[in-house]
């Protein structure tokens, strides 16, 4: 199930079987038999090498199990962690879950989120853990965090390493739709970022017992919701006190213009602008992580910029910029899997299973390497 399909022997093997198509429907032009089939038959794959080509670039659909279906290599189901949570013994491994959480203080309408549990969240007493809140971007859906950048596997090797204590990785819809960009604003395609700074952190305190101080809350994403993570950390600093920015861009876009999402107004536009709530913070104290391909155009710059600015402003920073990459999910995920050890050391997620004390307490933070690097590491 994890075969690959993003690798060069992939698409040979398509252009081989075009290629093999193509002679099809000559012969069958020839003998007169056949044509219209043949002809139908090249075009399927003619778009089979196309897809398979614009996912070997974006790394969407990396295997076998994903084009089947397979959401995450750890996915669980209600049965699973029911016997889980019976079980006497220690869990081997954590759980990718489905989870409905209502916007009930935004009314917002989202799609299903993706939980990711460690294996110190099955044990008694259940500890008290930090959460990761992990947004994805447009096109797209909570699931590509482990499809596409294998989050939970991360995650996983952090809790062997840490007697199973991880953050709880919670996925949440920031759009409603696979299309919909609403750029976690309270805008007009919904109300989002209130969906995401209250409804969510409300159901995950409630529902997976997570701790509740701003200490142990990280907020990350990429693309669109890279932007998002910077963003809603620089409004809501009550709720995050860490966040990492994967290749967001530093304002707010959609199709037709950042005006759609505000109607028109200037002043809710600029209320989004990372710059302006850089040069405005006056919140607690905040760590970030930036990264972005260095061949990805504008984001390059875009990121590179907002992390300098971040660290001018005081946030404790690590830029990384990957030479030659650009904006796909091959990126997103060498991306979290360098953020995820320093993300999980700043909420306090370590071993042995710390109390609620150790949970909730202010982290210490503290730069990792230089203050503002460049990594030599490609995606």
């Known amino acids: 199930m994890n075969l690959p399909l993003t690798t060069s022997p992939v698409l040979a093997a398509l252009a081989v079987a075009l290629v093999a198509t193509v002679v099809w429907v000559y012969v069958c032009h020839r003998r007169g038999k056949g044509a219209i089939t043949a002809v139908a038959a090249v075009v399927v794959m003619a778009l089979l090498l196309v897809a398979a080509g614009v996912n070997s670039y974006f790394f969407y659909v990396p295997n076998v199990g994903a084009l089947l279906g397979r959401r995450a290599r750890y996915e669980a189901s209600a049965a699973n962690v029911r016997a889980k949570l019976a079980s006497s013994t220690p869990p081997s491994h954590g759980a990718v879950i489905l989870a409905d959480i209502p916007g009930r203080s935004s009314g917002f309408n989202p799609r299903r989120?993706?939980?990711y549990l460690p294996p110190a969240w099955f044990t008694s007493p259940r500890p008290h853990l930090p959460v990761i809140e992990l947004l994805h971007g447009t096109p797209g859906g909570p699931a590509d965090w482990t499809r596409a950048a294998d989050?939970?596997?991360?995650?996983?090797?952090?809790?062997?390493?840490?007697?199973?204590?991880?953050p709880i990785i919670v996925m949440p819809d920031v759009n409603g739709a696979f299309w919909a960009?609403?750029?976690?604003?309270?805008?007009?395609?919904g109300n989002a970022e209130t969906y995401l700074t209250q409804d969510v952190p409300t159901w995950a305190i409630a529902h997976l017992r997570a701790a509740t101080s701003r200490g142990s809350w990280a907020i990350a994403g990429a693309s669109e919701g890279g932007y998002c993570a910077l963003m809603l950390a620089l409004r809501h600093p009550s709720r995050y006190s860490t966040f990492a920015d994967f290749s967001g861009l530093a304002r707010p876009t959609a199709r037709g213009g950042a005006q759609t999402l505000f109607r028109g107004s200037p002043e809710q536009i600029a209320a989004y602008l990372p710059t302006n709530l850089l040069s405005q913070y006056r919140g607690a104290a905040l760590a970030g992580w930036f990264a972005v391909g260095g061949s990805?155009?504008?984001?390059?710059?875009?990121?590179?910029?907002?992390?300098?600015?971040?660290?001018?402003?005081?946030?404790?920073?690590?830029?990384?910029?990957?030479?030659?990459?650009?904006?796909?999910?091959?990126?997103?995920?060498?991306?979290?899997?360098?953020?995820?050890?320093?993300?999980?050391?700043?909420?306090?997620?370590?071993?042995?299973?710390?109390?609620?004390?150790?949970?909730?307490?202010?982290?210490?933070?503290?730069?990792?390497?230089?203050?503002d690097t460049d990594s030599a590491r490609d995606a």
Do not use: Y
């Not at 939970?152 to 991880?166: F, L, N, Q, S, Y």
């Not at 995920?333 to 050391?345: C, I, N, Y």
């Open 113 to 115: 989120a993706q939980v």
């Open 151 to 166: 989050a939970d596997v991360t995650a996983e090797r952090w809790a062997a390493k840490h007697d199973g204590v991880a």
């Open 181 to 189: 960009d609403t750029e976690c604003v309270n805008g007009t395609a």
């Open 296 to 371: 990805d155009g504008g984001t390059t710059r875009a990121v590179v910029a907002m992390g300098r600015k971040a660290r001018a402003h005081g946030i404790r920073t690590r830029l990384t910029v990957m030479p030659g990459a650009h904006h796909t999910w091959r990126v997103w995920r060498s991306a979290f899997a360098d953020a995820q050890p320093w993300l999980a050391t700043q909420l306090g997620a370590t071993s042995p299973p710390p109390s609620r004390t150790q949970l909730t307490a202010r982290p210490q933070l503290h730069p990792v390497g230089r203050a």
